[in-house]
């Protein structure tokens, strides 16, 4: 029996017909009824929102909803059957549920979770996490950011310029070396060993990441397995700088 850290409820198989707008996708359902989804990634997907891939769907039951699908997965490799969560929303809460069971055994010593702690020069920044533990023990900012963006087998992030990336970095060094300052990168598709900054996309970000490492920030490239069963951590990439 597979240990899942998360199950997707009651998934819909269809064909993405078009993405637009940022937030909407076309899809045709097996049954062959066409419906327009919600899309919650609002970045570039790039090389992940090919027309006439494969996707998975979920169904709200909320009657306020103005779109009652979400799309939740983009097959990208029909030879090999790759699946990619494109879901944003979903890697905070997988990766608390992986920090309530220490599955990161590079954090493992901390005792509380907190979500969404102001953080930053001008206190108007939240970091994803903070992790505490004894009075001994260094409090641990972290932040998630969701990669989905491939070259061959290596993954990376950014795949578009983000001056919100580059900023979480520069907010992060600043806690350094009072705290400990860690950035999670999950690799939301099983098919990358490896991991880099998309240096193409964003230098500047690369710049700052490579900087903040030298400072003594700690990366973990966590790669998950996903699939429309579920989602499990496959343990870390090999960081590329």
């Not at 017909?17 to 045709?28: H, M, N, P, T």
């Not at 970045?43 to 779109?67: A, F, I």
């Not at 999670?184 to 700052?208: H, V």
Request: aromatic fraction near 10%.
């Amino acid at each position: 029996m597979i240990d899942w850290l998360y199950q997707y409820p009651k998934l819909y198989t269809g064909i993405l017909l078009k993405r637009y707008k940022r937030f909407f996708a076309d899809v045709e359902l097996a049954s062959g009824e066409v419906v327009t989804a919600h899309c919650p990634n609002t970045g570039p997907m790039t090389g992940v929102s090919k027309v006439g891939s494969p996707v998975q769907l979920s169904q709200s039951d909320n009657p306020n909803r103005k779109l009652a699908y979400t799309l939740e997965l983009i097959q990208v490799d029909a030879q090999e059957l790759t699946w990619v969560g494109v879901n944003t929303a979903l890697p905070n809460r997988v990766v608390k549920l992986a920090l309530e069971k220490y599955l990161f055994a590079e954090l493992s010593e901390y005792k509380h979770i907190k979500g969404e702690v102001v953080y930053g020069k001008d206190k108007k920044s939240r970091v994803d996490f903070y992790l505490t533990g004894s009075e001994q023990q260094r409090p641990i900012y972290l932040e998630v950011k969701n990669t989905t963006w491939t070259q061959g087998n290596l993954a990376l992030f950014p795949d578009t310029e983000t001056t919100r990336g580059q900023k979480h970095l520069r907010e992060l060094m600043e806690v350094l070396p009072q705290s400990r300052a860690v950035m999670l990168y999950f690799i939301n598709r099983g098919d990358c060993p490896d991991f880099a900054p998309g240096d193409s996309k964003d230098p500047i970000y690369g710049q700052l990441l490579r900087q903040a490492i030298a400072l003594g920030l700690e990366v973990l490239p966590c790669r998950f397995d996903i699939s429309p069963e579920g989602i499990r951590y496959l343990g870390l990439a090999t960081l590329k700088i």
